[in-house]
């Protein structure tokens, strides 16, 4: 039905128009089917572009040292860890909307899981990087693994630095079983489908033998639930632990028990701007309006607004706290945020992440896709200017007057994050190219059970 003629109090549909199973494969395994078209190509040329500055970024680092970077002292930590933390968060929206959302029996999420889940991947692969690289000497990193060796020295486990290690890596690897065990099902129907015999054979190697057998399902279903389950609480402990770098310190502006909590809700804020700036021109461009309607972007745009409250209640406190302690260098800390030679950046990030989102509190907002796609790239911005924030500016200012330095990133840090946001979309659009950008076999059986409970059920 057309938003402009329906009734504000209907409920909007999860699956539009009327389709069959074999009408809801083919909307879902027609871009993987046809021609490859000149569009995509052209995106996927500047993204390899893209990651060539990244490549030329990281040779420069390894070659030269940190000392590309504009790092200095006092701002020892600047850009490489605010694009870390600033990555890391955009990847909780996959395990929130696939884990979570699975374990509470949300069904709007089975249209738009499989771009969250993937959105992981690439996000956690680019947050690892910037660690590496911040080593100094990133070919010694396997130091940070604890592993019996000859000179037995372990990882200094009061350091933050290893339990990011331990964090990242364990959330990687669960999300990618989590991804790949829900995509079985849907790499056997692609090979079963394909008229290519090189498709036949790797969506075959990768399917694992699955043939849809009522013990294959009964088996699947249970894997599935168990590494929602597992995932489940990554979501708070994997940023809550990127929190403790800055939280166990003693610089002002970063020694705050807020933290935890305050980042895990602006990872899931963050999270879901980028899903809603890939999913909004992906469905349009792929056709797959009829299975992600706009119930899932309004369902979304509510999520984005509630985590919105949070992040802006965290700010708040950060303000109240540091006024309320008297303590003159907490105190210091707010005011330097607020009116000093970063003031620009504290501001942008109030407007993108608490007042741009207060649109979404209008139904007629929150469906309409233009607004919702311009929101949802502010907010990515937004979230990048409070990571530069927390990091930059509490550093370039610290207790003594004598050791302050302005900071200015060089073309290697601005190439680092400008690589890594191509890697991204490169690596995105080769999924959107040879996997299903939503899970079929989800989708079909949300469908039947719909259809037991009738033409209400359609629309709740």
Same mark, same amino acid.
Request: with cysteine; hydrophobic share 50%.
């Given at each position: 039905?057309?938003?402009?003629?329906?009734?504000?109090?209907?409920?909007?549909?999860?699956?539009?128009?009327?389709?069959?199973?074999?009408?809801?494969?083919?909307?879902?395994?027609?871009?993987?089917?046809?021609?490859?078209?000149?569009?995509?190509?052209?995106?996927?040329?500047?993204?390899?572009?893209?990651?060539? !500055?990244?490549?030329?970024?990281?040779?420069?680092?390894?070659?030269?040292?940190?000392?590309?970077?504009?790092?200095?002292?006092?701002?020892?930590?600047?850009?490489?860890?605010?694009?870390?933390?600033?990555?890391?968060?955009?990847?909780?929206?996959?395990?929130?909307?696939?884990?979570?959302?699975?374990?509470?029996?949300?069904?709007?999420?089975?249209?738009?899981?499989?771009?969250?889940?993937?959105?992981?991947?690439?996000?956690?692969?680019?947050?690892?990087?910037?660690?590496?690289?911040?080593?100094?000497?990133?070919?010694?990193?396997?130091?940070? !693994?604890?592993?019996?060796?000859?000179?037995?020295?372990?990882?200094?486990?009061?350091?933050?630095?290893?339990?990011?290690?331990?964090?990242?890596?364990?959330?990687?690897?669960?999300?990618?079983?989590?991804?790949?065990?829900?995509?079985?099902?849907?790499?056997?129907?692609?090979?079963?489908?394909?008229?290519?015999?090189?498709?036949?054979?790797?969506?075959?190697?990768?399917?694992?033998?699955?043939?849809?057998?009522?013990?294959?399902?009964?088996?699947?279903?249970?894997?599935?639930?168990?590494?929602?389950?597992?995932?489940?609480?990554?979501?708070?402990?994997?940023?809550?632990?990127?929190?403790?770098?800055?939280?166990?310190?003693?610089?002002?502006?970063?020694?705050?028990?807020?933290?935890?909590?305050?980042?895990?809700?602006?990872?899931?804020?963050?999270?879901?701007?980028?899903?809603?700036?890939?999913?909004?021109?992906?469905?349009?461009?792929?056709?797959?309006?009829? !299975?992600?309607?706009?119930?899932?972007?309004?369902?979304?745009?509510?999520?984005?607004?509630?985590?919105?409250?949070?992040?802006?209640?965290?700010?708040?406190?950060?303000?109240?706290?540091?006024?309320?302690?008297?303590?003159?260098?907490?105190?210091?800390?707010?005011?330097?945020?607020?009116?000093?030679?970063?003031?620009?950046?504290?501001?942008?990030?109030?407007?993108?992440?608490?007042?741009?989102?207060?649109?979404?509190?209008?139904?007629?907002?929150?469906?309409?896709?233009?607004?919702?796609?311009?929101?949802?790239?502010?907010?990515?911005?937004?979230?990048?200017?409070?990571?530069?924030?927390? !990091?930059?500016?509490?550093?370039?200012?610290?207790?003594?007057?004598?050791?302050?330095?302005?900071?200015?990133?060089?073309?290697?840090?601005?190439?680092?994050?400008?690589?890594?946001?191509?890697?991204?979309?490169?690596?995105?659009?080769?999924?959107?190219?040879?996997?299903?950008?939503?899970?079929?076999?989800?989708?079909?059986?949300?469908?039947?059970?719909?259809?037991?409970?009738?033409?209400?059920?359609?629309?709740?």
């Amino acid at each position: 039905m057309d938003p402009a003629i329906q009734d504000p109090l209907d409920p909007l549909p999860l699956i539009a128009g009327r389709h069959g199973d074999d009408g809801l494969t083919r909307m879902i395994f027609s871009p993987i089917w046809e021609k490859t078209r000149r569009g995509w190509w052209f995106l996927f040329v500047l993204g390899l572009g893209g990651t060539g !500055v990244l490549v030329a970024a990281v040779t420069t680092t390894l070659a030269q040292g940190i000392g590309s970077w504009g790092n200095n002292i006092p701002v020892a930590w600047a850009l490489g860890i605010t694009d870390f933390v600033w990555w890391i968060g955009i990847g909780h929206a996959g395990t929130l909307i696939s884990a979570i959302l699975l374990l509470f029996q949300q069904r709007w999420r089975n249209s738009i899981n499989r771009f969250a889940e993937t959105m992981t991947l690439f996000a956690v692969m680019c947050a690892g990087m910037f660690p590496v690289l911040h080593l100094g000497r990133p070919w010694f990193a396997y130091w940070l !693994v604890p592993y019996p060796n000859r000179m037995n020295i372990w990882p200094q486990f009061k350091s933050a630095l290893p339990w990011d290690v331990v964090a990242v890596s364990t959330y990687f690897t669960v999300s990618l079983l989590f991804w790949y065990v829900g995509l079985v099902p849907d790499l056997a129907s692609l090979r079963d489908s394909s008229h290519s015999r090189l498709r036949r054979i790797v969506y075959g190697i990768f399917a694992l033998g699955w043939r849809g057998s009522t013990r294959q399902w009964h088996h699947h279903k249970i894997a599935y639930l168990l590494l929602g389950g597992l995932a489940t609480p990554l979501v708070v402990s994997v940023h809550t632990i990127v929190s403790f770098d800055f939280a166990i310190s003693q610089l002002p502006g970063w020694h705050s028990t807020i933290f935890p909590p305050y980042f895990v809700a602006g990872a899931v804020f963050s999270g879901f701007g980028m899903v809603l700036t890939l999913i909004i021109p992906a469905r349009r461009v792929l056709g797959l309006e009829d !299975v992600i309607t706009l119930k899932h972007i309004d369902n979304m745009n509510k999520v984005v607004l509630a985590t919105s409250m949070m992040v802006a209640y965290g700010y708040l406190m950060e303000t109240f706290i540091g006024w309320y302690s008297g303590d003159k260098n907490d105190w210091f800390a707010v005011i330097n945020r607020m009116f000093g030679p970063f003031a620009y950046m504290f501001w942008l990030l109030i407007v993108c992440n608490v007042l741009a989102p207060q649109l979404f509190w209008l139904r007629s907002i929150r469906t309409n896709l233009i607004v919702t796609w311009i929101v949802s790239v502010l907010i990515n911005v937004g979230m990048w200017s409070e990571r530069f924030v927390i !990091v930059v500016v509490s550093l370039h200012r610290d207790f003594l007057p004598s050791s302050w330095a302005q900071y200015k990133p060089t073309w290697v840090d601005w190439g680092l994050l400008f690589g890594t946001v191509s890697f991204f979309g490169t690596l995105f659009l080769l999924f959107l190219r040879f996997l299903p950008a939503v899970s079929a076999t989800e989708v079909k059986e949300l469908r039947k059970e719909l259809a037991e409970h009738g033409v209400e059920a359609t629309a709740a």
